[in-house]
């Protein structure tokens, strides 16, 4: 009997970020992981949509549209730096949103923490 | 996040278990629930079955804080029974929508890498291979041969599974006789009307790629709607 395989990779929504962070912290890398944990309105990403970066801001993954990866791989930095996880905050109104970033008008909570 | 952690979520996840992972968003605690294993009645256990069974990552407010529940369920499977024209397109968009698909076909004219590039093809007899897969509550059975001899050993364990979706190929004609045959083996009505037949959305589908298309949209749809009647529940 052969082996059963998929017979493409998996989609984009199906990206492995948890094991592809696992790799990374393997190879001695410093990783720190940023999950949503709440949305509010409209919102690309679900709740649990996750992103990985290392200490070189290279990263994997998504917790929006673009908008607040940025910003959110900013302080992704400070928390490999410190340790301490922190909840983020990015709910603007939409005269703001082109600044913050959310030009969608939703809102989204996401906590970023270390991988130890 | 401890090692430990992450390191048992990957394994608990290259061995196909469900597993939720819950974070406390005051202290940043994380702990690992396995929500159908554990039979344990709490609020946060319950708030994972529920999560888990919904597909839905979500927060729970618990007296130490906010607890947010993150799901890691297993990948949503297809089988297609059958190497037919149909699957090939079938194959390939399924897997693009993040099912992980299998073919079962015993007739090695059918089951050719030629016919198939990069998927492999299983030619035991379709009871024996379902029986090997073990169709659950994440996975689409499709049965596509029009042959009672190949789809129907494949629909008789698919019926026995908790097969989210299970659906034959086949005129209304073709499914009436397919429903005598399967009341004759001792299946009820009410369970053969788990078997969609004629199979697919009603789209008006003509070709091999265009029927493929409202299979995987009644498999979507149909897994959707599981999982909204299990957030009802």
């Keep these: 009997m052969n082996d059963v ?22 190879e001695g890398r410093k990783v720190a992981l940023a ?34 990866e940025g910003a959110v791989i900013r302080e992704a930095m400070d928390v490999i730096e410190d340790g301490k996880p922190r909840l983020l905050d990015f709910g603007v109104t939409d005269t703001q949103a082109w600044d913050v970033g959310l030009a969608c008008g939703g809102k989204v909570q996401v906590f970023v923490e270390r991988l130890d | 996040m401890e090692r430990e952690i992450l390191n048992r979520i990957v394994q608990d996840r290259a061995a ?44 729970v407010a618990a007296a130490d804080g906010t607890w947010f ?31 992980e698909v299998t073919v079962i076909d015993p007739r090695r004219a059918f089951a050719t890498e030629a016919r198939f ?17 073990k169709p659950n509550r994440r996975t689409a059975v499709v049965a596509l041969t029009h042959d009672p001899k190949i789809d129907d050993p494949a629909l008789l364990v698919a019926l026995k599974s908790d097969a989210f979706y299970i659906g034959a190929l086949g005129s209304s004609k073709t499914h009436a006789k397919r429903k005598e045959r399967m009341l004759a083996a001792g299946f009820s009505e009410a369970t053969f009307n788990r078997i969609r037949g004629p199979v697919g959305l009603k789209i008006g589908a003509r070709s091999p790629a265009e029927i493929a298309v409202a299979v995987l949209a009644e498999v979507i749809q149909a897994q959707h709607a599981t999982e909204k009647a299990k957030e009802a529940a």
């Design chain 2, 16 to 59: 196909g278990r469900s597993v939720v992972l819950a974070k406390n968003l005051t202290s940043g605690r994380n702990i690992v629930l396995y929500p159908f294993e554990n039979t344990e009645k709490s609020p946060i256990v319950d708030a994972a079955r529920e999560a888990a069974s919904s597909d839905t990552s979500g927060s």
């Design chain 1, 5 to 26: 395989t998929a017979a493409a990779p998996r989609s984009f929504e199906t990206e492995d970020v948890l094991g592809i962070a696992h790799a990374w912290k393997a």
């Design chain 1, 35 to 68: 999950t949503v944990v709440t949305t509010w309105g409209s919102n690309p990403r679900p709740a649990g949509s996750m992103l990985a970066v290392d200490s070189k801001t290279q990263f994997c993954g998504s917790v929006s549209g673009g908008c607040i």
């Design chain 2, 117 to 133: 590039p990069g998927l492999t093809v299983l030619t035991d007899w379709p009871d024996e291979a379902m029986e090997k897969l």
């Design chain 2, 69 to 99: 529940l993150q799901v890691f369920n297993p990948a949503l499977r297809m089988i297609l029974v059958g190497a037919v024209h149909i699957s090939q397109p079938l194959t390939r968009m399924a897997a693009m929508a993040g099912y």
